[in-house]
């Protein structure tokens, strides 16, 4: 995970910024768009892992396992969007194929190994949610610090759908 400190030392190097009239101060619209596109590219990834597990898993339980997984990972997804249109609404460009969310993720891989007993696919996908909510809840304070309340907001409603999906994982479990 990269502190507040390391996104501005490497922000003005390489994030570019479009003209805007948005107030957001310049100086901390290059961090924010860094911290967004990070945080979409941990979300496609968490939304892949979904989608992984949802197509895979068998056994006790298949069905509603099946759907509580196309579930949590629909929730993630609807978040995508706001993140990527949020970057670009500060000047900056949203970072969202998925290579490029593959190579920025700070996600742990999906398992390579065969993942389709129930218990199993369960426990991977759990943590990588909590791991995810923990992120969120991370870039949420430093949007904070940095003095845009819109993209607190977002986050914000990201970190409770991610806690929402937690739960739901957890008391599946």
Same mark, same amino acid.
């Given at each position: 995970?990269?502190?507040?400190?390391?996104?501005?030392? $490497?922000?003005?190097?390489?994030?570019?910024?479009?003209?805007?009239?948005?107030? *957001?101060?310049?100086?901390?619209?290059?961090?924010?768009?860094? &911290?967004? $596109?990070? %945080?979409?590219?941990?979300?496609?990834?968490? +939304?892949?892992?979904?989608?992984? =597990?949802?197509? $895979?898993?068998? !056994?006790?339980? /298949? +069905?509603?396992?099946?759907?509580?997984?196309?579930? *949590?990972?629909?929730?993630?997804? !609807?978040? &995508?969007?706001?993140?990527?249109?949020?970057?670009?609404?500060? !000047?900056?460009?949203?970072?969202?194929?998925?290579?490029? #969310? @593959? !190579? @920025?993720?700070?996600?742990?891989?999906?398992?390579? #190994?065969?993942?389709?007993?129930?218990? =199993? *696919?369960?426990?991977?996908? %759990?943590?990588? /949610?909590?791991? #995810?909510?923990?992120? *969120?809840?991370?870039? &949420?304070?430093?949007?904070?610090?940095?003095?845009? #309340?819109?993209?607190?907001?977002?986050?914000? =409603?990201?970190?409770?759908?991610?806690?929402?999906? &937690?739960? /739901?994982?957890?008391?599946?479990?």
């Amino acid at each position: 995970m990269r502190s507040l400190k390391h996104r501005k030392e $490497n922000t003005m190097a390489r994030t570019k910024l479009n003209p805007t009239g948005n107030s *957001v101060p310049a100086k901390s619209r290059g961090p924010l768009v860094d &911290l967004l $596109n990070q %945080t979409l590219a941990d979300l496609s990834d968490l +939304y892949s892992q979904a989608k992984q =597990a949802h197509w $895979n898993v068998r !056994g006790e339980g /298949f +069905y509603s396992l099946h759907k509580l997984f196309d579930d *949590v990972a629909a929730s993630v997804e !609807g978040h &995508l969007d706001d993140l990527a249109e949020r970057a670009v609404q500060l !000047g900056g460009i949203a970072r969202g194929t998925v290579r490029m #969310a @593959a !190579g @920025a993720s700070q996600l742990k891989e999906w398992p390579a #190994a065969d993942l389709s007993q129930p218990g =199993a *696919v369960l426990v991977a996908l %759990t943590e990588r /949610f909590a791991a #995810a909510a923990t992120l *969120v809840r991370d870039a &949420l304070d430093e949007a904070d610090q940095l003095g845009d #309340a819109d993209t607190a907001d977002l986050l914000t =409603a990201v970190s409770r759908d991610l806690d929402k999906s &937690l739960w /739901f994982l957890e008391a599946s479990r």
